[in-house]
């Protein structure tokens, strides 16, 4: 696998397409930020590590009704192609509805928290 955070987005969204309530997902540190800010931003509805044979990330999804919060969720920033943006440059996503993640020197941040932090970095995903 060459891109892992692709690979957990796409099972998201998958599993949100199948309707299902939980999804699992191989375990990494990132993996587990990223997916920690989602919970924060109320676009997934929690996140353990299950031991098993390898660790696993268990995420509860969230549905309003039947219709999934999570309507588009996208890799920004890909291993042949890594996209950088400084804090001038970064706008709100869908005019302040969805989130951009950006990995900054400071940690994960939403779009917002870091034009607020005046801190810039790698665009990882996009959220709506």
């Known amino acids: ?19 299902k309530e939980t999804v699992n997902a191989p375990f990494s540190k990132l ?7 989602l919970v924060k931003e109320g676009y997934v ?15 509860t999804l969230k549905y309003v009704g039947e219709s999934p919060v999570i309507k588009e969720i996208k890799r920004e920033s890909r291993p042949g192609l890594r996209k950088y943006l400084s804090y001038k440059d970064i706008k709100p ?18 779009d917002k928290q870091a034009i607020k932090d005046q801190v810039g970095g790698e665009v990882i995903c996009r959220v709506f």
Do not use: Q, W
């Not at 696998?1 to 309707?19: C, E, K, S, V």
């Not at 509805?45 to 031991?51: D, G």
């Not at 005019?95 to 020197?105: C, D, N, P, Q, R």
């Open 1 to 19: 696998m060459t891109d892992p955070i692709a690979d957990l987005l796409t099972r998201i969204r998958n599993a949100h397409l199948r309707g």
């Open 31 to 37: 993996k587990h930020e990223i997916l920690k800010l």
């Open 45 to 59: 509805s929690s996140v353990k590590k299950v031991k098993k044979e390898f660790d696993e990330l268990e995420i």
């Open 93 to 110: 996503y869908k005019g302040g509805l969805g989130i951009k993640v950006i990995s900054t020197s400071k940690g994960l941040l939403t």
